[in-house]
């Protein structure tokens, strides 16, 4: 079976400083990867997937993530946050057969003045 | 181009009660989703329609049905309402054929059950 692991519900940041949010899957097969952010009173948003290929791939907002499949792990980065990345992050992954998102427990970032 | 709209935003209900949410799709996507996100739980995937058809459900008890219109949208019906059905439920739509990044996500249906 497949599964997403978040291990951090929340973490604060300050502004200015560095993010790097965890995320772990199990599954079988090359998995297809992404992260959502969740403002409040909002949708999710897609920030960056990962297919194949390049295991560092870029997103929107200025994140990052990076594939390590000897870790099982898809870490999403940021290098300067702002005080508007204060969301909630989702990792998740897709499996064709069933055709659905199976989601990580999601990681609340806090920023800090 | 609107993007995918739920309604209502807000619904309370109490328990034993019945709920019907609704979500209509982005223009010319037949495929809709309904996740659920209870508070700590994340996001738990309840069912997927496609062309009018239930194609995949979650693991969720039958109190949880839905349908989907020849226009697409869709219907979210919780029976039986219980306090721990309290949440916010989440409905995303594609065309099937499209892969997962093109999923856009509506804002939800927050659900209250006293």
């Known amino acids: 079976a497949q599964s997403v692991t978040q291990p951090d519900i929340h973490i604060t940041v300050s502004e200015g400083a560095s993010l790097e949010l965890r995320c772990n899957y199990s599954?079988?097969?090359?998995?297809?990867l992404f992260w959502y952010v969740q403002s409040p009173g909002q949708g999710l948003q897609l920030l960056l997937k990962y297919f194949s290929g390049d295991t560092l791939v870029q997103g929107i907002k200025g994140f990052e993530a990076e594939f390590k499949r000897s870790q099982s792990s898809f870490n999403l980065r940021k290098p300067s946050v702002h005080w508007s990345d204060a969301a909630e992050y989702f990792c998740a992954v897709f499996k064709a057969a069933g055709n659905k998102l199976t989601f990580g427990g999601g990681t609340r970032v806090l920023v800090k003045p | 181009e609107a993007g995918v709209t739920q309604s209502p935003t807000h619904l309370i209900k109490t328990r034993g009660q019945q709920a019907t949410l609704r979500c209509s799709p982005i223009?010319?996507?037949?495929?809709v989703y309904w996740y659920q996100q209870a508070l700590g739980l994340g996001l738990q995937f309840l069912l997927w329609?496609?062309?009018?058809?239930?194609?995949n459900r979650g693991n969720f008890p039958p109190r949880f049905s839905g349908r989907q219109f020849p226009n697409y949208s869709s219907e979210l019906n919780v029976n039986a309402l219980e306090l721990e059905d309290s949440a916010l439920y989440l409905c995303?739509?594609?065309?099937?054929?499209?892969?997962?990044?093109?999923?856009?996500f509506g804002s939800g249906t927050q659900l209250s059950v006293l």
């Open positions: 599954y079988g097969a090359t998995p297809y």
């Open positions: 995303a739509s594609k065309n099937r054929g499209a892969g997962a990044e093109k999923l856009f």
């Open positions: 223009s010319g996507h037949t495929s």
């Open positions: 329609y496609d062309e009018g058809e239930e194609r």
